[in-house]
């Protein structure tokens, strides 16, 4: 994964994909906590408990389909949905993961635009205020306002559940899709 300032000495004819960069993991990511975060008593500021709810809200946002067919199951009202998989996770120890998580997560926070606190062995992550106002600016881009649209209905649906029901939740409906993949396998 490069960063575009890094891309730049390529030559024109060089194919670059999205899934490649790492501001397109950390635009999404700071939408993710902005949009699905729980807004702190203390400061107001929006906060996700954990990696592996963080993980597993993405993984819904990136699997629109997964969602929906999730929807339909604890709501019976399925919603409008975008096609494919934005991006490709793999089966990990505790469901859904990229490995990327913790490179974007490094750049998030040395660009100052999240927090990471350590709390009872577990990470919570939260906006700095640039990296509130860094997301509001993604929120204003009509080029965010499908992502944006599907995190709300994510986080309407599942955004008070833990980490921890998330993935029980895809264990139990993406046994065959999720479950029984062998570790590192790509979620397709």
Known sequence: MKSLRNLRSQNAGCAIVADDILEFHAS?????????????????????????????????????????????QLDGQPPTLQEGIESSMVRFHYGPWDRRYYHVLAYLR????????TRHRSYRLG????????????????????????MRAVNQLLGKKSGSTLKRLIYEVFDKEVAQLSLGERIS
């Open 28 to 72: 999404r990511l700071l939408l993710l906590i902005r949009i699905c975060g729980t807004k702190s008593r203390t400061d107001g500021t929006e906060k996700l408990d954990g990696l592996t709810k963080m993980a597993k809200l993405d993984f819904f946002v990136r699997y629109p389909v997964f969602f929906g067919k999730l929807a339909s």
């Open 110 to 117: 040395g660009k100052q635009l999240v927090r990471v606190e």
């Open 127 to 150: 906006l700095t205020s640039v990296g509130r106002q860094c997301a509001d600016r993604l929120l204003e881009d009509p080029s965010f306002g499908q992502l944006a649209s599907h």
